[in-house]
């Protein structure tokens, strides 16, 4: 009932939106086209009713392996709190486990939770290293994520192929070697 009202509240104003924007919201192709964007922005926006934390905390298991766990090529798709247009690519998350390891499609579902928000790149490379630092309290976790932007690639300077990368570590990544073991990998 709530999320019916919220649709509905949503679709009203997308339906002012496109008459700003000149069109005629009452023209054939257009009737449900707020709902539908509506219903849209919900499903890409769906992160901040999850958390990734509860995920991770779910899925721990028990575990003495203490060599490097690799999740490579995340894809994901989010929006740019900018211009709320897409961003997409993948991320590529490395940890060692320090007792504690989790279901490996986990770290995949984490990376979902965080990209089904308005964010920008630099900001969820950094809040997906945290979760995972925080709840798995591995010996150190790095997080690369390249992507492209959309704000970038149809308005301003639309320059159509640049690709945007952003990294952040912890503990023993810190070490240039152990940072290199995971770049030669993820490569
Ligand atoms: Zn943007």
Not at 133 to 152: R, S
Not at 157 to 175: H, L
Request: with cysteine.
């Amino acid at each position: 009932m709530q999320e019916e009202q919220n649709i509905k509240a949503l679709a009203s104003h997308y339906k002012e939106i496109i008459n700003l924007l000149g069109e005629d919201v009452d023209r054939e192709g257009l009737l449900a086209t707020p709902d539908r964007v509506a219903k849209a922005m919900r499903f890409l926006t769906k992160g901040y009713h999850e958390s990734p934390e509860e995920i991770l905390n779910k899925a721990l298991f028990k575990e003495d392996y203490r060599q490097m766990v690799i999740v490579k090529d995340i894809d994901f798709y989010s929006l740019c709190e900018h211009h709320m247009l897409p961003f997409w690519g993948k991320a590529h998350v490395a940890y060692i486990p320090n007792g504690h390891i989790t279901g490996l499609s986990k770290i995949a579902r984490v990376v979902d939770v965080f990209a089904r928000r308005l964010q920008v790149q630099e900001r969820m490379t950094l809040q997906i290293k945290e979760c995972i630092q925080k709840t798995l309290n591995p010996l150190g976790v790095m997080v690369v994520i390249e992507a492209q932007h959309m704000c970038m690639q149809m308005r301003g300077v639309e320059k159509q192929n640049s690709t945007t990368t952003t990294s952040d570590f912890t503990g023993v990544f810190n070490q240039a070697k152990t940072r290199e073991e995971f770049i030669n990998l993820i490569r």
